[in-house]
């Protein structure tokens, strides 16, 4: 099992943050829009260099679509700024006719997604979201796993023309991956190379599904690890190699199993190869108060949990 | 840029052979919308005839032209015939209206690429705030051009109208006009008995627009000067939007002022019957 290195640790959204305050230096097409929610959605910086590109909207989430879509049309690039919640299912509506139907190049970035927001209860925690946003034709789906891979996915996300869902959180997690990577939309990346079973991750689980490996690696289970921060497109060539090799798999998200990344790839074994699966999300439930390292816990999202399915997969091949 | 400069006799011609477009159209699918398409007959022929600088060679950022969004997009046969009409695309097209395959669907839609189109709608409440944020661009790419958009009333149920009503007087989106069918009917009856709007203008006012008023939106005599003095009231720090009275069916004397043709399309007979009462003015598709 490879080592992943980090001298810091840092929440992905002020990765969004970075990532956005560099466009704004880069892109003068760049703009960005946010619901009352500037300091949390870290564009403080973006606001405070770039005044004229920035529109405060207030707590209004269908007229930001809205106003995004229209700004399209004028060549803006522009970023929605909202809580993961607000972002989606409550603007599902204007997302689908506005955004994906009319392929406009709308950056809906999400922010407090999952159940790490917290103590905020289920109001605020979403587990849904990737879900919706992977049913819209055209949208393409992005749960980068830390700081630097954040700010690039962001800087990525503004060169590609088409509406993106970028999803990210609140809680800090080490920051492991390059600050030099490039991102490359819809291409996994292979963390560890492994024989006994395929680990497929996104988000926050991608940390959790290292410190699995570790786990694994004293009971000799050989485990490939692989970010896919990219949900729609899927990279299905990385996913098939991969299984053709471990023929066995275990997914780990921060969603409801219904709709996240183990259903997308569920979808594809079943096509094309089909071989024993467990999944490590929410299963059909809401979440509650309490910290994120609690709720990771109560909910079946750590390591421990992600160890189990490894175990129970590998039994059924 | 602008070819289109016609007269009020031109104009009234071409809202006569408008008409017959939307009657055939909805006909020949036995779907649709005439009723809200008639009774905006003179506000379409008027933008698109007459007062908007635009370019029938269409091209989709809208840059250094005035731009039309339509919100309620229900009412499309109106939209897709003066389009034809002015140039986007041939006039024979309009016969595929719904049918499949087609560019023209039931609601506009952006993905076949039909000139004219910016965005799609019909699932209704969003225009508005896709023309603000059109406008918004425009004013970043100090682009001069204008933003129309045109809402049903009984679309202002939506709370993103009252949104977007918010944020373009706060954000001083002074090159946008926006105009209300105001028509006073909704698919289930009329507005005051369904969901009464009750003071628009002291609403709209309130909220820090410029409000116009026109009387008759199917008098050309009435809807062209208010909608000149709504373009001299640009650019002074205030949106402007024009409360436009209309009779929903308007040239068909058994759909007026009726919200029973909403939705529904005329049969055989009563095709004839409407025909009749409309002069068929640069040949029917």
Redesign the interface.
């Known amino acids: 099992m490879k080592d992943f290195p980090y001298t810091e640790s840092k929440d992905t959204r002020s990765g969004f943050g970075a990532g956005l305050h560099e466009l704004g230096k880069t892109n003068p097409n760049v703009?960005a829009l946010c619901a009352d929610l500037t300091g949390s959605l870290k564009m403080d910086a973006f606001k405070k260099d770039f005044p004229?590109?920035f529109?405060q909207?207030?707590i209004?989430e269908?007229?930001?679509?809205?106003?995004?879509?229209?700004?399209?049309?004028?060549?803006?690039i522009?970023f929605t700024g909202t809580f993961a919640n607000f972002s989606t299912g409550r603007v599902y509506?204007?997302i689908?006719?506005?955004v994906a139907?009319?392929?406009?190049n709308v950056k809906i970035c999400a922010s407090h997604a999952g159940l790490t927001l917290g103590e905020d209860g289920a109001t605020h925690q979403i587990l849904e979201d990737v879900g919706m946003m992977r049913m819209l034709p055209h949208m393409t789906v992005i749960n980068p796993c830390d700081f630097n891979q954040t700010k690039a996915a962001t800087i990525a996300i503004a060169e590609y023309d088409g509406p993106v869902y970028l999803r990210f959180g609140r809680p800090v997690v080490p920051n492991f991956t390059p600050a030099d990577q490039k991102f490359e939309i819809g291409k996994a990346v292979i963390l560890n190379e492994g024989a006994d079973v395929s680990i497929f991750a996104t988000g926050h689980l991608v940390w959790k599904a290292i410190l699995a490996g570790k786990l694994l690696a004293e009971q000799g289970i050989d485990a490939e690890i692989i970010n896919i921060h990219t949900i729609k497109p899927l990279d299905e060539e990385a996913v098939l190699a991969s299984v053709s090799k471990t023929r066995c798999v275990v997914t780990a998200e921060e969603h409801q199993l219904n709709g996240g990344l183990g259903d997308s790839i569920a979808q594809l074994l079943a096509r094309k190869i089909p071989l024993p699966i467990e999944m490590v999300g929410v299963n059909d439930s809401f979440g509650e108060s309490a910290t994120p390292d609690q709720l990771m816990e109560k909910y079946g999202l750590n390591e421990a949990a992600i160890v189990n399915a490894v175990q129970t997969v590998m039994a059924r091949k | 840029m602008n070819p289109f400069n016609k007269n009020k006799v031109e104009l009234t011609t071409i809202a006569a052979q408008v008409r017959r477009d939307i009657l055939r159209m909805v006909h020949a699918v036995n779907s649709g919308h005439p009723g809200g398409s008639l009774g905006c007959t003179e506000f379409f022929v008027s933008l698109y005839f007459k007062i908007m600088d635009h370019d029938p060679k269409f091209n989709m950022s809208g840059a250094n032209e005035d731009i039309f969004f339509l919100s309620n997009g229900h009412i499309s046969p109106v939209w897709y015939s003066v389009l034809a009409r002015s140039g986007y695309f041939e006039v024979s097209e309009l016969a595929t209206f719904r049918k499949l395959n087609s560019r023209l669907q039931g609601h506009p839609a952006t993905h076949e690429h039909l000139p004219g189109i910016r965005i799609a709608s019909g699932s209704l409440g969003q225009g508005l705030s896709v023309a603000i944020g059109a406008a918004q661009a425009k004013k970043l790419n100090g682009d001069d051009k204008l933003v129309y958009v045109l809402m049903g009333d009984g679309e202002l149920d939506e709370g993103q109208i009252w949104e977007a009503a918010m944020y373009a007087p706060h954000h001083k989106v002074d090159n946008l006009i926006a105009t209300v069918d105001y028509n006073g009917q909704q698919i289930d009856g009329p507005t005051d008995a369904i969901m009464n709007l009750g003071n628009l203008r002291a609403k709209w006012e309130s909220f820090g627009w410029k409000v116009l008023n026109c009387t008759d939106g199917n008098n050309f005599d009435e809807l062209l000067p208010v909608l000149e003095e709504a373009k001299s009231l640009t650019g002074q720090g205030q949106p402007i939007i024009i409360l436009m009275n209309t009779q929903m069916g308007f040239g068909v004397d058994f759909m007026m002022g009726s919200h029973k043709w909403h939705g529904v399309a005329p049969n055989d007979a009563q095709l004839q019957e409407a025909l009749l009462q409309l002069k068929e003015a640069q040949d029917d598709y």
């Open positions: 703009v004229e590109r529109f909207v207030g209004a269908a007229n930001m679509i809205g106003l995004a879509a229209g700004m399209t049309i004028g060549g803006k522009p509506d204007q689908r006719q506005s139907y009319s392929g406009k």
